[in-house]
């Protein structure tokens, strides 16, 4: 069950905050698991890394987006959207970390097949308690679904 020892898990947070994702990463830093975390600004980036379309071409396969929702260019509920609707995508599980607690985008993001919708704390110590609780449940007790081949 959970990781495969010695391969790092793939992360993939889709997050236009520079703090955020420097709080992500601080969290992820102490983290139990082994992880590797690429980070893209907007929906756009998001699809390109996900394809491996440039300048994403040598990225890896996530084994769980951590998406914001509100991001530049596309927004994290089109990303969402899109992700579920590609037969080469929909599996990889996808966490919606957001400031919004807005019921309709929580209920839109189980729509749209979002696999947990995480509301992000404003205050530090919550935040990265958030990170790591995620870190633990989708990094060690749940196991990821194999990259098809």
Not at 93 to 106: F, K, Y
Not at 127 to 134: D, H, L, R, T
Request: glycine content about 4%; charged content about 30%.
């Amino acid at each position: 069950m959970g990781q495969k020892l010695g391969k790092p898990i793939e992360i993939l947070l889709a997050e236009d905050s520079a703090a955020d994702v420097r709080l992500t990463r601080e969290a992820l830093k102490d983290a139990k698991v082994l992880n590797r975390m690429s980070v893209v600004r907007d929906g756009v980036e998001v699809m390109a890394f996900l394809r491996r379309q440039s300048p994403h071409e040598n990225a890896p396969r996530p084994d769980l987006v951590l998406l914001d929702l509100n991001m530049p260019k596309m927004d994290g509920r089109e990303v969402l959207a899109e992700m579920k609707s590609d037969e080469d995508l929909k599996r990889i599980p996808v966490v919606v970390l957001t400031t919004s607690q807005s019921e309709e985008d929580i209920l839109q993001s189980y729509n749209l097949h979002a696999n947990c919708f995480i509301t992000k704390p404003v205050d530090l110590n919550q935040f990265i308690a958030v990170v790591k609780s995620i870190e633990h449940f989708w990094l060690t007790i749940v196991e990821l679904p194999p990259e098809e081949g």
